[in-house]
């Protein structure tokens, strides 16, 4: 298809010239009634005049019979730019007036009526010319023909209707070239759509639909299309990143596992050492497994699969039974574990994933904080604090420890799969508990943050109270009563 | 114990079987849907492991005919699909149990022993009696040996899911799943820290011990002279 006829079969353009040949239609009908109507009222007002005329001389004629009319029509015959007059006598000859002979339009009977003429005198003389007439009968067996010259009108409205076709034929070229224009603007800018879209199909994903910063509709819908591209971009990241991570950091678990099984096999001092390299290559299995569970869960919280089982419920109680759930290890490890809640708050969420989130990061302030037994064997010198509290729109979790914390450069960084910042490399994990829980706060439509509790890390979770958006229905039956 | 195993992967399922065998239970296998369903419904089993995804027929559709018509065997439905929604969706259709794959055979064995032995609703003890133990679901009263041990209540809910499933072997899985309601899978072992707790207030003044840790398993409590 070339450039023309796309442009002539672009939808703009048709309904331009559908717009255009309706535009036409009612002017044209509009011009030619108004003209119509024009000439009738001019014909009428002529004829009238010549009617007072008629009777003038009729009474004339009454005063002083055939010879003063035919005076009087000569005379006013003679002034230059004159109406045109005809007197015939009954033998059918000019008695008086400018006109050669009854014009034939008039004969047959018709008392009034357009005709031609041909002056005998002036500077049109010789030339025919259109003329309005009324022709009437005079008592002795004369007629007289009063007529006025209409040439001069004629013309003006001939010009006049010419003027209004000329008008018309230029607005409709006009309309036409307006149309074309203006649907090769829009055109080319759906164009630079179609080029952006087959361009990324073709794999470069980081190509955005230009805006011309006229905020109209295609503008927007330029800007919802980029929007759109940097989501999927983001989504695609994501795999990437997920499928680079699995090839980096799975690989070397797998690995260790196969030269173990293999150096089992190897291994000639029988049955005993079989077993041992069997059920550490178990172990490793099931370390493998967790670390693919967290990795696919991850990944299915950043599509958004698991919106629809949002519900409302009370946040204090999912602290209270996660506290209570990590209390004994934290007592185990000699920290004390003291949980602040503010009562009566509600939250739009999904239960398991956010005490999953805040067993993560219980779990990490545990790990991470110095054992309290050797630390004077003083449990409150290094405690754990669990906080809830509503900040606007949101409700707070924060989980606060006394332990090594984190660098302020290092902390953004933490949050990424498998990330294990250098000094924790020692301890078990799979890296992937604070990225976890960075995933179950986007889900939800909030945001987790690591700040200095001075000392110690303290995370900050934060997830709005009605839910990732505030159009999720909230039915009397999803309530959890706790 | 007769075990009907609906598993289209045949080499896990002559796993299962061969696994199942060495644990004293009888089990047999079908490869698809519609051979699994009829053999569901004239075989007397007592246990189904249901697997989700099977050829002919999926497995929520078959324990949801057999629910239909009335068949109350316990089934465990094996699924690749382990989200909340997913499992959700397995008890919902009648299963009785959901077990993500992939799962450790102690799990799956601990699992459906604690099912076929599950008494139906209507017969449930108001007592669990373990040797000198005894746990009163009504009054939420313990007392070992005529002394009252006083617990915690989700440290009374541990021990009355440990008793009603006394001589079984239960997993931290399942504890986890019963008593906390959780479904995934804490970093740290916390349930072993909370048995210990538990161990120390019903085990430690006395002679013999009743908890028992199962290596590689999970526990089981027991009055040792079974």
């Given at each position: 298809m070339?450039?023309?006829t796309?442009?002539?079969?672009?939808t703009p353009?048709?309904?331009?010239?559908?717009?255009?040949?309706a535009?036409?239609?009612?002017?044209?009908l509009?011009?030619?009634?108004?003209?119509?109507?024009a000439?009738e009222?001019l014909?009428t007002?002529?004829?009238?005049?010549?009617?007072?005329?008629?009777?003038g001389?009729r009474e004339q004629?009454?005063?002083g019979?055939?010879?003063?009319l035919?005076a009087?029509?000569?005379e006013?015959?003679?002034?230059?730019?004159?109406?045109?007059?005809?007197l015939?006598?009954?033998?059918?000859q000019?008695?008086?007036?400018?006109?050669?002979?009854?014009?034939?339009e008039l004969?047959?009977g018709?008392q009034?009526g357009v005709?031609t003429?041909?002056?005998?005198s002036g500077?049109?003389q010789?030339?025919?010319r259109?003329?309005?007439?009324v022709?009437f009968?005079?008592?002795?067996g004369?007629?007289?023909?009063?007529g006025?010259?209409?040439?001069?009108?004629r013309?003006?409205?001939w010009?006049?209707?010419r003027?209004?076709?000329w008008?018309?034929?230029?607005l409709?070229?006009?309309?036409?070239?307006?149309?074309?224009?203006i649907?090769?603007?829009?055109?080319r800018?759906?164009?630079?759509?179609?080029?952006t879209?087959?361009t990324?199909?073709?794999?470069?994903?980081?190509?955005?639909?230009p805006?011309n910063?006229s905020?109209?509709?295609?503008?927007r819908?330029?800007?919802?299309?980029?929007?759109?591209?940097?989501?999927i971009?983001?989504?695609m990241?994501a795999?990437?990143?997920?499928s680079?991570n699995i090839?980096?950091?799975?690989?070397?678990?797998?690995n260790r596992?196969?030269?173990?099984?293999?150096?089992?096999?190897?291994?000639s001092e029988g049955a005993?050492?079989?077993?041992?390299?069997?059920?550490?290559?178990?172990?490793?299995?099931?370390?493998?497994?967790?670390?693919?569970?967290?990795?696919?869960?991850?990944?299915?919280?950043?599509g958004g699969?698991?919106?629809?089982?949002?519900e409302?419920?009370?946040p204090a109680?999912?602290i209270?039974?996660i506290?209570?759930?990590?209390e004994?290890v934290?007592?185990?490890a000699?920290?004390s574990l003291?949980?602040a809640?503010?009562?009566?708050?509600t939250?739009t969420?999904?239960?398991?994933l956010?005490?999953?989130?805040?067993?993560?990061l219980?779990?990490?302030?545990i790990?991470?904080?110095?054992?309290?037994r050797r630390?004077?064997?003083?449990?409150a010198?290094?405690?754990i604090?669990?906080?809830?509290?509503?900040?606007?729109?949101?409700?707070e979790?924060?989980?606060g420890?006394r332990?090594?914390?984190?660098a302020p450069?290092?902390?953004?960084r933490?949050l990424?799969?498998?990330?294990?910042l250098?000094?924790?490399?020692?301890?078990?994990g799979s890296?992937?508990?604070?990225?976890?829980?960075?995933?179950?706060a986007?889900?939800?439509?909030?945001?987790?943050r690591?700040e200095?509790?001075a000392p110690g890390?303290?995370?900050?979770?934060?997830?709005?109270?009605?839910?990732?958006n505030?159009?999720?229905?909230?039915?009397?039956?999803?309530l959890?009563e706790h | 114990?007769?075990?009907?195993?609906?598993e289209?992967?045949?080499?896990?399922?002559?796993?299962?079987?061969r696994?199942l065998r060495?644990?004293?239970?009888?089990?047999?296998?079908a490869g698809?849907?519609?051979t699994?369903l009829?053999m569901a419904?004239?075989?007397?089993y007592e246990?189904?492991?249901?697997d989700r995804?099977?050829p002919?027929r999926?497995?929520?559709?078959i324990?949801?005919t057999?629910?239909?018509e009335g068949?109350?065997?316990?089934v465990?439905i094996?699924?690749?699909?382990?989200?909340?929604d997913?499992r959700?969706?397995?008890?919902?259709a009648?299963g009785?149990?959901?077990?993500?794959k992939?799962y450790?055979?102690t799990?799956?064995?601990a699992?459906?022993?604690?099912?076929?032995?599950r008494?139906?609703p209507?017969?449930q003890?108001?007592?669990?009696?373990v040797g000198?133990?005894?746990?009163?679901?009504?009054?939420?009263k313990v007392?070992?040996?005529?002394?009252?041990?006083?617990?915690q209540p989700r440290e009374f809910r541990l021990?009355?899911?440990?008793?009603?499933h006394?001589?079984q072997?239960?997993?931290r899985?399942?504890?986890?799943?019963n008593?906390w309601?959780?479904?995934f899978d804490?970093?740290t072992?916390?349930?072993d820290?909370?048995?210990?707790r538990?161990r120390?207030?019903?085990?430690?003044?006395f002679?013999k011990?009743?908890?028992?840790?199962v290596?590689g398993?999970g526990?089981m409590i027991r009055?040792?002279?079974?």
């Open positions: 070339t450039a023309l796309r442009l002539l079969l672009s353009f048709r309904l331009a010239l559908i717009y255009m040949g535009f036409i239609l009612a002017a044209g509009t011009v030619g009634f108004i003209a119509w109507r000439n009222l014909t007002s002529v004829v009238e005049t010549l009617r007072a005329e008629v009777v001389l004629y009454q005063a019979g055939p010879a003063r035919s009087i029509i000569a006013r015959a003679a002034d230059p730019g004159s109406s045109l007059y005809l015939v006598d009954s033998a059918g000019r008695a008086a007036g400018n006109l050669r002979q009854v014009p034939p004969r047959d018709a009034r005709f003429y041909i002056p005998q500077p049109a010789g030339r025919p259109v003329a309005v007439g022709l009968d005079v008592p002795g004369l007629t007289l023909v009063v006025r010259d209409i040439e001069d009108l013309r003006f409205a010009s006049m209707g003027l209004g076709l008008s018309i034929i230029i409709s070229a006009l309309g036409v070239g307006g149309g074309l224009l649907s090769r603007s829009v055109l800018r759906i164009e630079t759509v179609n080029d879209t087959r990324i199909m073709a794999g470069d994903l980081s190509r955005r639909i805006l910063g905020g109209d509709e295609l503008d819908l330029a800007e919802s299309l980029n929007a759109m591209l940097s989501r971009e983001e989504l990241g795999l990437r990143e997920v680079d090839a980096h950091d799975l690989k070397t678990p797998l596992l196969r030269n173990r099984a293999e150096a089992a096999l190897r291994s005993g050492i079989y077993r041992d390299g069997l059920v550490k290559t178990i172990e490793e299995a099931d370390e493998l497994i967790k670390t693919f569970n967290s990795l696919l869960l991850i990944a299915r919280l950043e699969a698991i919106a629809e089982s949002m409302r419920l009370n109680s999912i209270a039974d506290a209570e759930l990590y004994p934290a007592d185990e000699g920290l003291s949980v809640a503010e009562p009566g708050l939250l969420a999904n239960r398991e956010v005490s999953q989130a805040v067993a993560n219980v779990d990490n302030a790990k991470y904080s110095p054992d309290g630390v004077n064997g003083a449990a010198a290094s405690p604090s669990i906080a809830l509290k509503r900040v606007d729109q949101d409700i979790i924060t989980v420890d332990g090594p914390g984190v450069e290092d902390r953004q933490a990424q799969r498998f990330v294990r250098e000094k924790s490399r020692s301890r078990p890296g992937l508990g604070l990225s976890l829980v960075a995933a179950v986007r889900l939800h439509g909030g945001s987790i690591l200095d509790n890390l303290r995370a900050v979770l934060n997830l709005p109270v009605n839910g990732p505030h159009a999720v229905p909230v039915h009397a039956g999803q959890r | 114990m007769r075990v009907l195993v609906i289209d992967d045949r080499e896990t399922a002559q796993f299962l079987q696994s060495e644990s004293g239970h009888n089990a047999d296998l698809d849907g519609e699994g009829a419904r004239d075989g007397g246990v189904l492991i249901v995804m099977l002919l999926d497995g929520l559709s324990v949801q057999l629910r239909g068949t109350r065997t316990p465990l094996l699924s690749a699909l382990g989200e909340v997913d959700v969706k397995g008890l919902r009648g009785d149990d959901y077990l993500t992939p450790q055979y799990e799956l064995l699992r459906i022993e604690a099912l076929a032995r008494p139906a209507e017969q003890e108001t007592r669990y009696v000198d133990l005894v746990l009163d679901r009504l009054s939420h007392v070992r040996g005529g002394e009252p041990i006083v617990l021990l009355e899911y440990l008793m009603k006394a001589g072997v239960v997993t899985t399942m504890l986890l799943e008593v309601d959780y479904h804490p970093q072992n916390v349930i820290v909370h048995i210990s538990l120390s207030k019903i085990d430690k003044s002679a011990p009743l908890l028992h840790t290596r398993a526990y009055d040792g002279s079974d």
